[in-house]
């Protein structure tokens, strides 16, 4: 199945209805599964295809999205947002470029680590982002450090 088709699908499974708009919120947004794009970006684009839609309508759809698992909020800055990037496995965390944004999924939770450091506590929620270089931004890093 398709990514767009999934989401469609998640939305119906949600009980929210497949409008055009969210048709076409979604479809702008799965664009962005490997980067964060700000939510006024996203903002700026739905209202060039529906000039009459309000903002409040772009945020409370992307606020709902959120809420079932169809995009994912930044930790670092709650304005930016991706498309989920692995709908079989919503819990997940990520490597982020600190230069180009790039997002890589870490498949493994590292939460075992931290809870045998934790005894008695019961941890409620978590979230695990790394940040640092992506191997193109290295490459190109490496180049540039590189006398003539």
Known sequence: MNILK????????????????????????????????????????????????SHNTVYRNVKEFSDIGLVEYQEKNKTMIKFQCDFEQPHHHHFICSNCGKVIELKECPMDFFTKQLPGCQVETHAIEIYGLCPDCVKAQSKKAKPL
């Open 6 to 53: 999934e989401a469609l699908q998640i939305l119906k499974d949600n009980n929210y209805k497949v409008t055009k708009q969210r048709i076409d919120l979604i479809d702008y947004l799965s664009k962005y599964v490997d980067s964060y794009v700000q939510i006024s970006v996203v903002d700026a684009y739905m209202r060039s295809l529906y000039p009459g839609i």
